[in-house]
Nanobody
Framework: QVQLVESGGGLVQAGDSLRVSCAAS????????MGWFRQAPGKEREFVAA????????YYADSVKGRFTISRDNAKNTVYLQMNSLKPEDTAVYSC?????????????????WGQGTQVTVSS
């Protein structure tokens, strides 16, 4: 059974950095794309970043490009999202997701497995 468990969220000030983690278990993820999504209060869930587990290639939403970095640690079966220069508009619940296959997708319906999410709050 696939499990995705996020951690590392918290309350930070604008301009600060934070790293959230997604521990994946239940199968080998080498054939998967792992994604990070976020959902702010009253808004739809939106794509943030994705990484192809096998190659490490990445894809970002324009809103976070240059500030956020997605990476993975094969030994720990963990995906990270390093967030720098955080803004109040980055405040949201951040969730990781997994999708079997090599292609990047930015819509939630394309992902098969989801974690429970971790809250990130950025104060101004």
């Amino acid at each position: 059974q696939v499990q995705l468990v996020e951690s590392g969220g918290g309350l930070v000030q604008a301009g600060d950095s934070l790293r959230v983690s997604c521990a994946a278990s239940g199968r080998t993820f080498s054939a998967y794309v792992m994604g990070w999504f976020r959902q702010a209060p009253g808004k739809e869930r939106e794509f943030v970043a994705a990484i192809r587990w096998s190659s490490g290639s990445t894809y970002y939403a324009d809103s976070v490009k240059g500030r956020f970095t997605i990476s993975r640690d094969n030994a720990k079966n963990t995906v990270y999202l390093q967030m720098n220069s955080l803004k109040p508009e980055d405040t949201a619940v951040y969730s990781c997701a997994a999708r079997r296959g090599p292609f990047f997708h930015t819509t939630t319906r394309e992902y098969d497995y989801w974690g429970q999410g971790t809250q990130v709050t950025v104060s101004s």
